[in-house]
Each structure stands twice: as structure tokens, then as C-alpha cells.
């Protein structure tokens, strides 16, 4: 299983990614706002990979932290990828998924905030 992982204020990073399906996890918390946060991911050629957004966004532990399945693609041939993170600063994380216990702690700070990207 392939991993990488970025933090979040990387705005811009390039990646070499294996051909098959990837998950996109946001590591931090359970509780997640993505409001006009998105990711585009472009290939060498300058073709945009489409990405989908999950629905049901499942969560688990990842690396040691608490993360939530947010995206989903799939690369059709292994290359270098320009990875480009756009509005970060929107997503707003908890550490529960509890609306009530959101009310007595404070989100996690955007600077704390990492991406996963898995391959199944």
C-alpha cells in the first residue's frame, strides 16, 4: 500500500503516483467542514485528474492520528502529479464528530492538519 502524506498549507507539491485508486484522507480530527476547500491534481501533460468527493466520508486512525476520507481518484498511468491545495484555510476541523462536544473545544488549528493520500 502506497502512502504519502502532505501538510495542508503545502499549497503546491509534486507527487509520482502508481497507476490504480487513491484515497484522499484529511488527518486531524473527525469533525470536518469542508466549505470551498478542494484539490485539482495534474498530470505532465497538464490534464486535470478528476476527483470525487465522498458522500459518506468514513473515518479511522491513520498514522497515528484521527482522519476522514474525504476524496477519491483514480490514475490511469504512473507519473508525476502536481498536487494543488486551494482555499485550506476554509476547512475547519474538531477533534469529535459530537456536534455537542464541538461546542466546549476548540477546532484544530489548520497548521496541524495533514493529507493522506492511499492507495488501495
Known sequence: MIK???DLKDLHSIIF????????????????????FHIKIVDSENRIIQ??????KKQDFKNG??????FTFQI????DFQLIINKSQSVIVYKSN???ANFFS??????ELKILIEKD
Request: charged share 40%; hydrophobic share 40%.
Open 51 to 56: 476527483i470525487k468527493e465522498n458522500l459518506l
Open 4 to 6: 504519502k502524506q502532505i
Open 98 to 100: 459530537l456536534v455537542l
Open 17 to 36: 503516483l502508481e497507476k490504480g485508486h487513491y484515497d484522499i484522507w484529511i488527518l486531524g480530527g473527525f469533525g470536518l467542514q469542508l466549505k470551498d
Open 106 to 111: 476548540k477546532r484544530v488549528e489548520n497548521k
Open 65 to 70: 492520528k484521527r482522519a476522514k476520507k474525504v
Open 76 to 79: 490511469q498511468k504512473s507519473d
